[in-house]
């Protein structure tokens, strides 16, 4: 008995002593950094179903290191709530279950990355400036001058983003994919089970976002098939360069929009909806200051409509919404600029429009804490695409 307790008395006192020099060592260096106070934090949620329309995370992790724990993170989510979830026999029994690691395997891994936010906030472990150094040169490419552009850095945020997109999108084709054959059918297809217990009516199916037409569009060589370029597409058809599922997507904008059904968006549908986000995306949404007087905006209104409308029926069809499309549905380079105009706008302390090494070092919460810390609420607020 007293064996254990003095085995007790000492783990404890061991642990204290760890607390202790853990604490100094932070305090030490929180002198460095005047706001090395906030801690990192990883994005903790996401959303198991993709809407195309609304993606719900824009947020771009500028590490790949900090992705690639993000993503493992994701994928256990994942993996829990669609192979360890006895309720959701939606997409029937599959062989995957047996190549998904079952209940044991899957735990420890899993422990690794609730640490994770240790593992960052340690600076022996995760050392910022050590990362921003080794990043800088693969940021500053184009051309490599010493400086990170905004171009350069809006081309870096977009990588990342891609590659995170792809990532999704091949984790989701899993799911539809039953005879892995690396394609899915329209038959494979079956829309989320959010959608399908939706009633026809509500947002969702009545859309049209899950229906053949869609599929239809997003198959651009037309084999009956989308391959992972395609169904890529399909999710996210607001970063396609398939001139049919863009055209789709107008239509699609059309159906929405036209209230009274009559096939074609008139002045108030659009007044009512398209020209604020028109507007919105315009103005880059840094301008919180939103007139809410429709008075003084009507004639503007007016005007524009009178632009797109081509063939001056007062009425605007599919085709010419096309040129608008882009700003009511922004892509992932737009989120990119964005994020790197925000970044650079904190970052920039000598007003060069450009960022050095030293300025990246010297506010490293700007490129790590205003992405993953939540409490960070202050200045991170430009996602007006929520509607
Ligand atoms: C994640 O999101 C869901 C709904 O979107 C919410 O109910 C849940 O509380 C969120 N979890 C965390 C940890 O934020
Ligand atoms: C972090 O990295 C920088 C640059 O590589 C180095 O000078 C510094 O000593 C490192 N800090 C720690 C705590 O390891
Ligand atoms: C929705 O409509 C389809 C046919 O268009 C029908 O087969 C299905 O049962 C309907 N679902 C609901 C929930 O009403
Ligand atoms: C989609 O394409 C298939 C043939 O590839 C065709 O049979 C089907 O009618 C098309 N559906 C729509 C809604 O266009
Ligand atoms: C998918 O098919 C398209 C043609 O429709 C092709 O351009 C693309 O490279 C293919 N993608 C993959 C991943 O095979
Ligand atoms: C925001 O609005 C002010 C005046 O209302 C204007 O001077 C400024 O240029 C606008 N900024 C952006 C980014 O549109
Ligand atoms: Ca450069
Ligand atoms: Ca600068």
């Given at each position: 008995m007293s064996k254990v307790s003095v085995i007790i008395y000492i783990t404890v006192a061991i642990l204290i002593l760890i607390l202790i020099s853990n604490n100094n060592t932070n305090n030490s260096s929180s002198n460095r950094h005047n706001r090395r106070h906030r801690r990192l934090k990883l994005r903790s949620n996401f959303t198991t179903t993709t809407i195309p329309t609304t993606?719900?995370?824009?947020?771009?992790?500028?590490?790949p290191l900090i992705a690639d724990i993000e993503r493992k993170r994701e994928d256990k989510q994942w993996e829990q709530a669609h192979?360890?979830?006895?309720?959701?026999?939606?997409?029937?029994?599959?062989?995957?279950h047996d190549d998904v690691a079952p209940g044991m395997e899957a735990q420890p891994e899993w422990e690794d990355f609730i640490d994770a936010e240790d593992y960052l906030n340690d600076e022996h472990k995760f050392n910022i400036t050590h990362r921003l150094v080794l990043l800088f040169p693969r940021i500053d490419?184009?051309?490599?001058?010493?400086f990170v552009s905004e171009h350069e850095l809006t081309q870096w945020n977009l990588e990342q983003s891609q590659r995170e997109v792809l990532h999704r999108t091949q984790r989701e084709m899993e799911l539809h994919d039953?005879?892995?054959?690396?394609l899915v059918s329209f038959h494979e297809y079956s829309p989320p089970s959010w959608v399908r217990d939706?009633?026809?009516?509500?947002?969702g199916y009545d859309m049209g976002w899950w229906k053949e037409e869609h599929f239809n569009a997003s198959?651009?060589?037309?084999?009956g098939f989308l391959n992972l370029t395609e169904f890529n597409d399909f999710q996210h058809p607001a970063d396609t360069k398939n001139p049919r599922l863009i055209q789709w997507l107008c239509k699609e904008e059309v159906r929405e929009r036209d209230t009274d059904k009559d096939g074609k968006v008139n002045f108030k549908e659009f007044f009512h909806g398209l020209f604020d986000l028109v507007r919105n995306y315009d103005e880059e949404s840094?301008?919180?200051?939103?007139?809410?007087n429709n008075d003084a905006l009507e004639s503007p209104a007016r005007k524009f409509f009178a632009e797109l409308?081509?063939?001056?029926?007062?009425f605007l069809s599919d085709v010419e919404l096309l040129p608008i499309i882009g700003k009511l549905h922004p892509s992932e380079r737009y989120y990119a600029k964005q994020q790197a105009d925000y970044i650079i706008s904190q970052?920039?302390?000598?007003?060069?429009?450009r960022l050095s090494l030293t300025e990246m070092i010297d506010s490293p919460y700007v490129f790590y804490s205003a992405i993953f810390n939540e409490d960070d609420e202050e200045d991170y607020e430009y996602h007006d695409e929520f509607r």
């Open positions: 993606p719900s995370d824009h947020h771009i992790s500028f590490d192979y360890f979830n006895k309720d959701d026999h939606h997409h029937g029994d599959r062989d995957h490419v184009d051309p490599a001058d010493g039953k005879n892995k054959d690396g939706t009633d026809n009516n509500s947002f198959d651009a060589d037309g084999d840094h301008n919180s200051s939103h007139e809410s409308d081509k063939d001056a029926d007062g970052a920039d302390t000598d007003k060069d429009g």
